[in-house]
DNA sequence: TTGTAAGCGTTATCAC
DNA sequence: GTGATAACGCTTACAA
């Protein structure tokens, strides 16, 4: 079960413990000859370094710590992971996925578990935006730097990468508009806050144009269970055909409303987008196959991980406290819209 | 940046280092009260034991790596990747997930990279089904126990989880043919062996029934690629109806492939089910929001991620490698088939 | 009930 | 150019 260790080496080829050691980490103090032997001895037998004991020794692990909610839950942060495993290689650091799963103290638990493992510093893509608060930035001036992605905690004092959702559900609005859909059903989940930029986007849209903001047309659903959101969603719309205030657009703020929405009105024989238009935030390269495709706002996901990872390891290369709080800067990326079917007239 | 140690604590209360490591892990040795004070202590000034060094110490991590294709590919590894996340729950162990992207070189530096951290055991989905065989059948003798899933390489001596894929291939193609629609479009990778069991099910299907297997009827396309993939199904497709020999159902092998079908065949304005009737493999949830909703084989991904997990606790419980061996098992799980409207007539 | 000391596999300082 | 040795933070006989 056991590994060789450099000890195994030193006495099968009767050097010392320090000389295999510098041999292996390709030292000028030993002579080629030598670190040849070595080398070749170390190979033949499978020799791999001990990373817990060199770990403990030089005090850090190379490694870095990512905190997302469900990785499952949607291909948007399947993106964003492949933009920080991609940053990862480049620099030569792995790293360590765990899930909060939405729950505060389940955050709370995987932090310290990073830290216990001896990560260099986290990424992390909070809770809530309010979770933890205290606590992380304590871990970011004591232990090792915090940069957060995604959901932007406005408590935490760090290095921040999110999305402009505000101006993408602005633009998707506008576009729903500028086809001439006024009566824009807007679809979000229940737990996000009322200043949510998405939110905000949408109301901006219509203030802009002076297009009052009808609560009936806010739907708010639960984003756990699918089932739950598909009945919510069906009986909204089913609801406002009664009253004869049928919407004649739909504006989805998360991937799977979107889309589901959309499989929503193929049962119930609503023609897409002839009689509601769709558009939402998606991630998905499904959007194409799905009919008829589907018009969405897309979020930069993998470059948000890519530019999350090498911001946090210009703060972990950044000796001085002092100086690293410097650079703590907050980056909101654009979002691109994407005209398909389910919005062209 | 540096933790609390044992030793501040022991400093800080006068006691000795085996004291307080004794107290932190709740030893009877010691008092009831020394304890409480030492507890007390470690939680106000956030004491959190480093792993590194009680690994090192004690032998084992506590943690399994995970080695997989790329989970950002599809949602069934992704499942699969939910259910092992749920049995390391359930055990209290962590998981590492590395990915492999599909190359032998990378694969190998997946499993050195894993050793070197200490990992107790391994799970394995092999970049192909002989890569790395003597490699991986040494590091199961010699270093921890490994587990494959979903690929099961036939050359690796040890516990594997996969699927009945040739049952779910022959049930899917048996209802097409139930249906009435028997010149089917086999759609699969370029990559996949000819052995494959997916194909093997198609053909064994269609010889039941004295079917005639025509190759012009068979399709492999490029799994990378989209656009790639997308013009090769479009344009055997429009090749054979033109040739008058149209096919009237589609079985695609992989998630990608039936879901982009779908799209593909929505573009032709060729109607599904009527013209073309549509099933395959897709683990999806977006199958029931296509339209028209997919039929689609399943393949239990959470499961098979949930039981590889258990089963390699199990082999590293066991401490003796000779009975660890008796212990071998390949478990084939089953497939279930949703009928929804793309196979109604 | 508490303390001493050795050792896990490295690296790094210093001596030879 | 090579070798002793201490130290990283922890656990664990064994001693007191």
């Known amino acids: 079960?056991?590994?060789?260790?450099?000890?195994d080496i030193a006495k099968a080829l009767n050097f010392s413990v320090s000389t295999i050691s510098k041999a292996l980490n390709n030292s000028y103090e030993i002579s080629a000859e030598t670190r040849k032997i070595i080398i070749d001895y170390a190979n033949q037998h499978n020799y791999r370094p001990n990373r817990l004991a060199k770990s403990l020794k030089i005090g850090h692990t190379n490694s870095i710590g990512v905190i997302v909610n469900s990785f499952f839950s949607s291909t948007f942060l399947a993106q964003v992971l492949d933009g920080i495993h991609k940053a990862s290689n480049e620099v030569g650091c792995d790293i360590i996925i765990m899930q909060s799963y939405e729950n505060v103290a389940n955050e709370k638990a995987c932090l310290d578990s990073l830290i216990s493992k001896g990560v260099d510093g986290i990424l992390l893509s909070p809770v809530s935006e309010t979770s933890n608060s205290d606590y992380i930035n304590l871990i970011n001036e004591k232990h090792c730097p915090v940069v957060l992605f995604d959901r932007l905690n406005p408590e935490i004092k760090t290095t921040k990468i999110g999305v402009n959702e505000y101006k993408g559900a602005l633009e998707a609005?506008?576009?729903l508009i500028d086809i001439n859909r006024k009566?824009?059903?807007?679809?979000?989940?229940?737990?996000?806050?009322?200043?949510?930029q998405r939110i905000q986007g949408f109301k901006k849209a219509l203030k802009n144009l002076d297009i009052p903001i009808n609560p009936r047309y806010m739907v708010f659903c639960s984003l756990e269970n699918t089932d739950e959101m598909d009945a919510k969603i069906s009986n909204s719309i089913l609801g406002?055909?009664?009253?004869?205030?049928?919407?004649?657009?739909?504006f989805g703020a998360t991937d799977v409303i979107?889309?589901?929405?959309?499989?929503?009105?193929?049962?119930l024989k609503i023609k897409v987008p002839d009689e509601i238009a769709v558009i939402g935030f998606a991630n998905t390269d499904i959007a194409f196959s799905l009919n008829p495709s589907l018009s969405a706002i897309r979020q930069p996901a993998k470059d948000?991980?890519?530019?999350?990872?090498?911001?946090?390891?210009?703060?972990?290369?950044?000796?001085?406290?002092?100086k690293r709080t410097s650079l703590y800067e907050t980056i909101l990326l654009e979002t691109s819209i994407n005209i398909r079917k389910s919005t062209t007239l």
Do not use: V, W
Request: proline content about 2%; aromatic content about 4%.
């Open 1 to 7: 079960m056991a590994n060789i260790t450099i000890k």
């Open 173 to 175: 609005t506008q576009h």
């Open 240 to 250: 406002l055909i009664e009253q004869n205030i049928a919407p004649n657009a739909i």
């Open 258 to 267: 979107t889309t589901r929405s959309l499989g929503i009105l193929a049962k």
């Open 304 to 322: 948000m991980g890519y530019l999350a990872l090498k911001k946090l390891i210009e703060l972990i290369e950044c000796a001085s406290n002092t």
């Open 183 to 196: 009566r824009i059903l807007f679809i979000t989940g229940d737990k996000f806050g009322d200043n949510n």
